[in-house]
């Protein structure tokens, strides 16, 4: 069992910057890779940025590239997203995930553990 709790959301002015962090505590952190989803209210689950088990590979959707960075940290067992120049098209929950299958947090159903997510409101 894998427990992730996110912190860092909230309310940020367009053109701002939020950090969200998600700590996970229970098995080995470095066996998963990990991914921000995000939800828009009434739609699916979107992968947002994934990062490989070593942090060595990362992936980025295309509306997020450039203004997102995701990193983490093995010793501490934390995964972080930077999110600057923040778009009110940017507000929604964000979910931090957890993968022990190679190559797949970014397939929702191959995600092992979710957090309970974060609220980011991006106001114009």
């Known amino acids: 069992q894998v427990l992730l709790v996110e912190s860092g959301g909230g309310l940020v002015q367009a053109g701002g910057s939020l950090r969200l962090s998600c700590a996970a505590s229970?098995?080995?952190?470095?066996?998963?890779?990990m991914g921000w989803y995000r939800q828009f209210p009434g739609k699916e689950r979107e992968i947002v940025a994934a990062i490989n088990r070593s942090g060595g590979s990362t992936y980025y959707i295309r509306s997020v590239k450039g203004r997102f960075t995701i990193a983490r940290d093995n010793a501490k067992n934390m995964v972080y997203l930077q999110m600057n120049s923040l778009k009110p098209e940017d507000t929604a929950v964000y979910y931090c995930a957890a993968s022990a299958t190679v190559g797949q947090v970014t397939t929702q159903g191959r995600v092992d553990y979710w957090g309970q997510g974060a609220q980011v409101t991006v106001s114009s």
């Open positions: 229970g098995r080995t952190f470095s066996n998963y890779a």
